[in-house]
Every structure is written in C-alpha cells, then in structure tokens.
C-alpha cells in the first residue's frame, strides 16, 4: 500500500516535472544556450562581419538603450500613480469601488495591440485629448531629458501600472489596518505613518511589482509596434531581424533581453523574500525635523491621492477605449472628413477589400489557438499544482515558473522557432501549432499561479491529508479532493490565461506562419493604414475580452 | 487621568447590531474591565472609544469633552492588542520610541523617554533586537512601553493577554494593573476571560447581544448578579433550579422547588412567583449520609462523576431536584463515584424566572 502510494507520487511528480520541462522552461533556456553553441556564428555577424563590421552590435546598443530608458521611465511613473492608488483600492470605501478595480486590471487582460491602437487614437487624432489641450502630440514626440517617445512610454505605463497595483493592494490587504491603527494612536500623523510603517513594509511587494513592470515594458512588442513609428524598441529589432532572416543578431538579442529580465528578477525576488528589517536610512536628528514638517503638511493629502489615481485611470484605460468606441461610431458609414463612403468602416468591411473575411478568419484562429492552449495548460497545471505546492523543490518550481511571465515576448517567440521549428527540431514548423505551444509556454505560469493562491487559501493540505489518512490513493485524493476544492481558482486563472492568449501579439508575430490571429493582425491592418477596419477589429477585441474579464469577476467573487 | 463617559452609543454593522444603547461612567484612575462573550460588542466598544470606529448615534467624552469626532491620534490613548502587532521593521528602541519621534519631540527628549518607560517596565532585552526574536510576552511587554511611551492618558486593552501562553499571561497581568495604578492612568480593559477580570479591574462591565447586563466590582458580581447570565457567566458553571415562592415573611421567604425541596432564603419577589434558583458550585456544601436529612435547605444525593481540579474535587451529585454540579476544596472530605451523600446548599440566589426560557436567558449568543 506504503509503496504503491509512493509509487504514485513519483509518478506524478515526474509526470509533471517533465512536461513543465518540455513545455514551459525549456525554451527560455534553449535561447540562452544559443549563443554559446553558435558563438562563432555570432560573433562574425554582430561583432566582426566581413561587411559591416560591427553595425549590428551598434543597433543592438541603441535599441537596448531606448528599451531600458523606456522601462526605467515607465516603471517611475508606474510608482508615482500605482502606489496611489492601490492605498485608494485597498483602504478606502466609496460606491464604485468594485468598477474601478476592474478598470485597473482590464489593461493586463485587454489584446496589447488593439489598446495599443486606441491609445494612439486617443492621444494623436485631431480630436483626441491633447488637441482638446491645445499641444499637439506625434508619434515621434520625444519625452525631454530621457528621450524616450512619449506615446510609447504612455501605452508601456497604461500596460504596466496594474502590475504595481495588483502587487501592492495585495500587500496592503495582507498587513492590513491595524498597524496604522497603531501608528495613529500613538498620535503619528497619516503621512508619517505612511513613510514609517506602511511603505517599509510593502517594500517587498514594490519591488516585485516594479520588476513585473520592468520586464514586461522591456518585452512589450504588440502595443509598442503600433506606435512606434520610426524608434525601434529591442524586442521589436528582434521581430524584424526575425522577418528579415537575420537570425544572429536576432537570437543575440533575444537572450540579451532574456539576460537582462533574470538578471533583475531573480536578485529583487531574493531580496523581496527576505527579512523585513529596514534599518535607519535617515539619521534621527534629520528625521525629527522630518516629522516636524510632516505635522504641519496640510491635509489635503488624501485629495490629491484620490485625484492621482482617478485621474490616470481615466487617461489610460477609460479615455483609449472611450476614443476608440466614438471612432467606431463616426467612422461606421463614411470617413467623417472626407465624406468619402470608401474611408468607412463598412465599406472596408463589405467593400471590395473584404476584411470582414480576414477579420472573421483571424477571429477564428484566435479563438481556436486561444481556446487549445488553455486547454493544454489547464492540464499541465492541473498536475503540476500540487507536485508544486507539496515537494520541498516545488519553491525552485514556481520561480522558474516566473520566468516565462517576464521574458520578452519576441524573445520568446523566437525561442519557440529556434528550438521547435524547421531550424531547430524541426517537430512543429511555424504555424497554429506552433502559436499553440508559444501560449502554453506563457498560460501554464498563469494557471499555476491563481490556482496555487486558491490552494493555500483553502487550506488544502489539510484536507489532503485527512482522506489520505481514510485510505485514498493520491490519483483519488487529487480526483475528489484536490481539483474540485481549488476549481474556481483553476478556472478564473485558466479565463486569464485565455484573454492573454488571445490578445498576445509579439510572440505570436514571429511563430504564426502563415496563421493570422486577431491580435497580429490588427498591427498589419495599421501598418497598412486600414484604419477604418483597425478600428472594427481592435473594437471587437476589446469588448470579447471585457467579457471575459466580467465572467472572471464572477467566478471570482 | 481623565473621566471617560460614554453616552447613549449604538453602532450596526450592516444587519448585525453591535452596541444598542450603550452608557458607561469610567472614573478617573479607575481600572475597569470589559467581558462577555464573543460577538457581545465589548471590542466594538473599546474602539469607539478609542475612535478607531465611529457610532451611528451617541458620543464619548473625555472629562466632559466630547471627543467623539476627534481623530485616533488626538485622543491622547495608549493601545495595547492582542495581536501585540510591534512593527517587525524596526528594532525594539524604535519601536518604543516611535511615538515621541512622530510627535516631533527633540532628540534627547525622545532618548530621555525610551530610556524612562523601559526603565519603568524592567526590560532588559537587547534594544537592538527585533520583535520576531522575542517571546510573546516579551513583545507584548514592549508594545505595553510603546503605548506608555505616548504619555497617554487612557490605556486601552484590547484582550492584550489573549494570545499570550497561560504562564506569561498570569505574570503580566497583576503587571498591568500595577503600572496603571501607578501611572494614575484610566484603563479599559476587554477579556473575555472573566478570571482575568475579576482578579484586577475595580470595576467590571459585563456585555451581552450589545448591551450592558451589569455593572459593579468582582464582588458585588460574583455575590449578587443581576442576570441569570452574570451569575453563569461569573465563574463559569452554575446550577440553576426551577421553583416558586411558597411562603413569604417580610423579605423572607420560602422557595419550593418542583419536586417539593424547600429553602429558606430572602427574595423581593411577592408569594406565588415563579421563580429561578441560582447556586454556584461552590457554595453547596457537601456532608456524609446521616439517617435523616434535616435542617434548612438540605437536600440528599448520589455522586455520579467526579473530577480533579487540582485546589478542589469537581463533583456531579443526582438529586431528585435534578444533577447538581459541586465543587469543594480537596483534602477535608472526599467521597467515591455512587456514593451517598446529603447536599446543604449555603447561598442562593433567587431570579424572577426569565420569560423566553432558561436556556436562552444564560445563552451565551
């Protein structure tokens, strides 16, 4: 009996082990070696070509360094309004309260290239925000001092500021009131008592917030592609390399950006678990003439909190898909400037062009790779969750499986095609499958994580153990116990894993052959200038995933 | 230091009433301690008090100002909880010393203070260590300096020796009352532990569904509870009987109980009611079977079941009145499991018998 069950484990823990392997790290880590198999190869392209000499090492240096400064930027602003505004979510009461927790996270579910398409109707058509202001805002517009695009690093914001949030409100929610209770009966004011108490101790959660952030604005492509215009990010060298063949410089820059994701993650992450010892940064005579000051700020503080975070909230969620919505609406029968039936949006639909067809097809693709990922990642994270949440090497697990959450997108999209497709293995050439095996590789870690947090938090274990105790083989405790008990969380995560899948653009870009999803084509559909059938298709996008997310809350609550 | 009124409070929370109607006088310097039973609002009392919530109706004064809408960090309070809740970043002297840095105070006064309240409470751990090196009661004892450290002038304890093992507990209990005293502070004490609080407040506070059932010192409590539920709740065990008023001279009557046990003790109560019969365990007396049984309340029985409690014996006694449950110190008398015994039971108290039942008159909910 003893050794059956023993038996069973192994089994299970090799099952599960195996096809995360598979599935899951191996790519990430396959790029890595790349460049170590095939130094020679690079080294005579990037670094000393016959031609060009070391041109390509050059762009590669200009590219990282606007994707760098793009990320640090981003991640700034990021701390300026999510800190904001998870302390508003998180501590505050007032009708609506539930609606605008849905609008922080709907740009981390919402398909990248069509909230990036709105963004930039929003922020550059003649009738959008900054006209209204009177400045006049392009896609080249440079941010002074750090010279990154403006419009870029308004959508890397939009995309990454629910990062901080989420990361931070779950902080603030697990130490809860009664340390600023405390504080204030102590007689601390409410500032001073941020500074002292609250901060220090969601330190940790910043930080893992902010290198989600990081690495997620450093591997952005499918909204950074459409507004781009003539900068050129890293991950979208890495896509344009990859179209062009140029598959050194490419794979090069892939595992750099890899490189460079682990490099802050896995230190900050370190750091992050930790002790929670902060020691004085400020000596004690500074810090009384702090407090002094602090007891006389005024305190309207509280406003301009509440504004901060309402404020960006409008501007980077409500605005793009308000802009987009009223684009629809003026475009529907005629280009509203010209009057010329041929710029609307039905004509481009019906009209000779027929871009319903594309549309409807692509929307099929997509929803056919999207729903056949799920799947396969449900499963996968259906085995591995408790392999993961009950072997003493299940903690290595869950970090490695962050890795395929903050890897570049391009990255790993090229990764896909270097180990699987014709140049590599030669298993699955690029293609449906291939988009399939890409989005496991990224909602497998989605499913896994919601479906661990439900596990912990119903106190699983526990129960394990009891009908382990009655006699229940481990197939039978998983089947009756296991997954009915964290089921809603397995299918919330797998509802979020699905929304990701269907709005991922830049790994999708570079495995889909000759496949179109919704998401990439929607950047050819700009890229072409067919605004009008941008405009339908990034619409119908958003609205599929605004419904997902509404079922994913219901599920949840 | 100051006198805290509370006047006429009510507090819901969505359908659950928390506080309906609450009024209570907490004299300057007095220790008074808050118990009932969980869910009896005796916490949501404390923080309205504290200001930490807010009632729906009525107001808080401290020596007869209100200060109901005054923020927690005005109110001059000092707070200790059972979740003890030291900040875990910083180190046991910044801990202490954050109130009188967050006041804005000079440096040397904030030296001066830490230095003070340590000094006064005889810690002599590390300054530098932190909190999660510490036992439970150490922290407590510092989150006990860190609160003084406030200079308050009310301490509020929130069940602040709950979550502390048995042994530190007891020590730090007679420590409280003893710094209060000596501070001349006013505290409020919340328990639920009716042993804690009859040991060191001057007064205690009993609270059921929301309201005060009575108020007065662990005496008066004990002797003369008000309530069916004071006098179960005080002590933790009673028995209760079911009888009526048989014969009344002056304040004096004769209660007969329903299977026709008579006994002679004092009541209000006119000839003829209904009436509720409370003895605590301790006060019954048991004694060795002579042939007859007589004298006043006398009753016989057998010892069904018996148990050690270290200082006395437990007893469950059957009698034609009902089981009765017996305790008597150890070592005087003893008796074995079926022995036969007579029962004297010493004081009584008499209760109008409740309307909605028994049961319900002593349930805790």
Known sequence: ??????????????????????????????????????????????????????????????????????????????????????????????????????????????????????????????????????????????????????????????????????????????????????????????????????????????????????????????????????????????????????????????????????????????????????????????????????????????????????????????????????????????????????????????????????????????????????????????????????????????????????????????????????????????????????????????IVETGLASYFETNLPLYEDTARSLGATPYDVMETITIPMIRRGIIAGSLLAFTHSLGETGATFIVMGDHTTVSTLIVNLVESLAIPASIFASLVLILTSIVFIVIIRHLIE | MPDIKVVDVYKRFGRIVALDGVNLHVRDGEYVCIIGPSGSGKSTLLKIIAGIIQPDRGDVFFDDVRVTDLPLEERGIGMVMQDILLFPHMNLW??????????????????????????????????????????RGEQQMIALARALASRPRVLLLDEPLASLDAHAARALRYELRRMVKELGLTAIHVTHNQEEALSIADRVVVMRKGKIEQVGTPLELYLMPKTPFVSRFIGGEANFLEGHVAQKYGNKAVIELRNGTRLCTYTHLPQGSHVLVAVRPEHIVLMKKTKEIHGENMLEGTIEDKNFLGACIRYVVKTKEGSLIVRMRRGVISFRIGEDVALRLDKVVIFEYPKEGLLKAIAYE
Request: hydrophobic content about 50%; glycine content about 6%.
């Open chain 1, 1 to 446: 009996m003893l050794r059956r069950s023993f038996l069973h484990n192994v089994l299970l823990a090799l099952g599960a082990i195996s096809l995360l392997t598979v599935l899951v790290f191996l790519p990430s880590f396959y790029l890595l070696t790349f460049i170590f198999t095939r130094w020679d190869e690079i080294y005579n392209e990037i670094f000393a070509h016959p031609l060009i000499g070391d041109t390509y090492w050059k762009e590669i240096g200009r590219y990282l360094s606007l994707s760098l400064r793009l990320a640090l930027t981003t991640i700034l602003i990021d701390l300026i309004i999510g800190v904001p505004l998870a302390y508003l979510l998180s501590r505050g009461s007032f009708p609506g309260k539930s609606l605008l927790e849905d609008l922080t996270m709907l740009p981390l579910v919402i398909p990248t290239s069509g909230f990036g398409f709105a963004t930039m109707l929003a922020w550059t058509a003649s009738y959008g925000l900054p006209a209204i202001l009177g400045f006049d805002i392009k896609v080249d517009t440079l941010v002074p001092m750090v010279n990154v695009p403006l419009l870029m690093l308004i959508i890397h914001v939009a995309l990454t500021f629910p990062y901080v949030v989420k990361t931070v409100c779950g902080a603030l929610r697990d130490i809860g009131k009664s340390y600023e209770i405390i504080a204030s009966s102590l007689g601390s004011k409410p500032i001073t008592t941020f500074r002292k108490i609250t901060m220090p101790l969601i330190v940790p959660s910043l930080l893992s917030g902010l290198v989600l952030a990081f690495a997620r604005s450093l591997g952005e492509t499918g909204a950074t592609m459409i507004v781009a215009g003539v900068s050129t990010t890293a991950p979208i060298a890495v896509v344009k390399w990859e179209f062009e063949n140029k598959l050194a410089p490419a794979a090069f820059l892939g595992a750099l950006l890899v490189g460079i994701s682990l490099a802050i993650i896995v230190p900050i992450e370190y750091l992050a678990s930790s002790s929670r010892r902060a020691r004085r940064l400020i000596p004690l005579g500074v810090e009384v003439l702090l407090v002094r000051w602090e007891r006389k700020a005024p305190g309207r503080l509280r406003l301009f909190r509440d504004i901060i975070s309402l404020l960006s909230i409008a501007l980077l969620v409500l605005l793009p898909i308000a802009v987009l919505a009223y684009n629809a609406m003026i475009y529907w029968r005629q280009d509203p400037y010209t009057g010329r039936m041929e710029g609307g949006i039905l004509y481009q639909l019906y009209g000779p062009a027929r871009y319903i067809d594309v549309i409807a097809k692509s929307m099929m693709t997509s929803l056919i790779v999207s729903s056949l990922a799920t799947l396969i990642s449900t499963y996968v994270a259906m085995i591995s969750i408790p392999v993961i949440a009950r072997s003493g090497y299940g903690r290595l697990l869950r970090i490695m499986l962050k890795v395929p959450l903050v890897i570049p997108t391009s990255a790993l999209g090229l990764a896909m095609i270097l180990l699987w497709g014709p140049r590599g293995l030669g298993l699955v050439p690029p293609g449906l499958w291939l988009i399939v095996l890409t989005h496991v590789v990224f909602s497998v870690p989605v």
């Open chain 2, 94 to 135: 910044d801990n202490v010393t954050f109130s009188p840095l967050t006041r804005g105070y000079n440096r040397e006064i904030i030296v001066n203070i830490g230095n003070e309240v340590m000094n006064l409470l005889k810690i002599r751990a590390d300054k530098k260590a932190y909190p999660s090196e510490l036992s």
